[in-house]
């Protein structure tokens, strides 16, 4: 592959220059962002040098088992963000969400790696890492919405809830509305986006591989393919979220456990 | 008929954080029987009936249902048996007729759909709520006609047990006298019902407690 024109660290240095639009707006109008415009900026660069500095060695190695591994590492963080955005107590809720984005998430990377991009080691480092990161990364933008979301009706209309269970509900019939309510919520930024690629967006995978060298052709298929392998990912990853976590929000009669739930 | 109390509370004490509520109440209730239950805002009333459907945790003592203990097998059992109706009990999204339909969708409800759609149209007839009030969204009624829709669908399942909390609270007084007749006078019903306010039915005989009087 033939890749994008490297850029110069100097150069690197200048694009920083396009932060200076929001500083300058936030003095003059005192937006008060400065402090986390200048963290951000330093957070993201930081983060990315050394995930860069780490691929380049994961690239060049190419071991499956160190591929999983990074896979499984990114889960953790996935599954960290998605317990602590919904509220939930991580101690209780971290391995069944843990759970629900290993299983889907590697699932549908490995299914696309298997059958679409028809790879024969599929666990090969661009792959696993790149594909399966930007699945977990999208399925985990609509897990924290659907799982917030999930536990955040479900406590607000506690007393709905309870009714449910008298009209001769099981706890799963009771808790079926909000599971449907927040898994169309999930869903519903991912289908949207599906509605408008190419049009409104030009999706950032797609940009990246025209970079690198690829023809649109290729880039569009490799785009489509993603997007439906997003959806599914998402689509599970949110079901799974929330059927793994109730089982261990609620006691055996039907209660929330408040103080699992957090605030 | 045996003389097991269908509902018995012993020596309940229910605490919300560091505060006490109710402490050591004691109440049985048998088959048949009817049991207003009176006290201020904040009297534990509410908790109690939720106690005993295994809602509410109690701080000690014990809720026994017909005799056992109330686990969570036995507070299931009580869920099956008993009907209860919330204050200002909410009904969920969309319009009545989805909620019933929801309601008639639990694998308990499924066999006697039209055994338990007749009788709630029976039911709505009694609250003086028209026919046409399935089509309604349930975000459109008033308080008083949410109170009356979620009666007659509590009151459909063919249940006789009724733990009604606050129910009548945004009902007129005619209104609420003919709800409290209805779920006061059957003999065959056991009601317990929670209020703040007296009522003196004309044919019902019941009991009365009162709590929170410390």
Same mark, same amino acid.
């Given at each position: @592959?033939?890749?994008? !024109? ?14 200076? =639009? ?7 109008? $005192? ?12 957070? @993201? ?14 690239? =060049? ?29 991580? $101690? ?16 549908t990377?490995?299914?696309l ?12 480092? #661009?792959?696993?890492?790149?594909v399966?990161?930007?699945l ?47 898994? #169309? ?5 991912? !289908? ?24 649109? =052709? ?7 393919a993603i997007v439906f392998a997003i959806l599914g990912a ?30 | ?108 409800? &499924? ?62 007084? &005619? ?40």
């Amino acid at each position: @592959m033939n890749g994008a !024109i490297d850029i110069s660290y100097w150069a690197l240095a200048l694009s920083a220059a396009f932060a200076l =639009a929001p500083i300058v707006l936030s003095a003059a109008f $005192r937006l008060r962002l400065v402090k986390d415009v200048v963290v951000s900026s330093l957070r @993201m660069s930081a983060q990315l040098a050394l995930v860069g500095f780490f691929l380049e060695y994961l690239f =060049a190695w190419n071991n499956a088992w160190l591929n999983v591994a990074w896979f499984a590492t990114m889960v953790v963080f996935a599954s960290f963000a998605a317990v602590g955005r919904s509220s939930l107590n991580w $101690r209780r809720f971290f391995f069944p969400m843990f759970a629900a984005f290993l299983i889907a998430g590697g699932s549908t990377t490995l299914l696309l790696n298997l059958f679409v991009v028809d790879l024969e080691n599929p666990f090969s480092a #661009r792959y696993v890492i790149a594909v399966g990161g930007m699945l977990l990364s999208n399925s985990m933008r609509g897990t924290i919405v659907g799982v917030g979301d999930f536990y955040h009706d479900l406590r607000r209309d506690e007393g709905l809830y309870l009714f449910r269970l008298t009209l001769g509900a099981t706890f799963f019939e009771a808790a079926a509305p909000y599971f449907r309510r927040s898994v #169309r919520a999930a869903l519903k930024p991912t !289908i949207a986006a599906m509605a408008t690629m190419g049009v409104v967006s030009l999706p950032g995978m797609m940009t990246g591989q025209l970079l690198g060298g690829s023809s649109p =052709a290729v880039a569009v298929k490799y785009q489509i393919a993603i997007v439906f392998a997003i959806l599914g990912a998402t689509t599970l990853t949110v079901a799974l979220g929330i059927g793994l976590t109730y089982r261990f929000a609620i006691d055996a009669y039907g209660r929330l456990k408040e103080e699992w739930l957090g605030d | 008929m045996s003389s097991t109390p269908l509902l018995s509370f012993h020596d309940v004490s229910l605490r919300f954080g560091e505060r006490e509520i109710l402490n050591n109440f004691n109440l049985e209730v048998s088959e048949g029987e009817k049991r207003v239950l009176v006290g201020g805002s904040g009297s534990g009333k509410s908790s109690l009936l939720k106690a005993a459907l295994g809602f509410v945790k109690i701080a000690s003592g014990e809720i026994f249902y017909r005799g056992e203990p109330t686990t969570p097998d036995v507070a299931a059992r009580a869920r099956r048996e008993i009907a209860y109706v919330g204050q200002e009990q909410p009904l969920g999204a969309g319009a009545v007729r989805d909620f019933l339909e929801e309601t008639l969708d639990y694998r308990a409800n &499924r066999g006697r759909r039209r055994e338990i759609r007749e009788r709630f149209g029976e039911r709505l007839d009694f609250f003086e709520l028209p026919a046409d009030v399935l089509d309604w969204e349930t975000a459109r009624l008033s308080g008083g006609e949410k109170q009356r829709v979620a009666l007659s669908l509590a009151a459909s399942l063919g249940k006789k047990v009724f733990l009604l909390d606050e129910v009548t609270s945004a009902l007129d007084a &005619r209104l609420r006298d003919k709800t409290l007749d209805l779920f006061l006078g059957e003999p065959s019903w056991t009601t317990i019902v929670v209020t703040h306010e007296s009522y003196r039915p004309e044919g019902a005989t019941y009991k009365t407690t009162t709590l929170g009087a410390s």
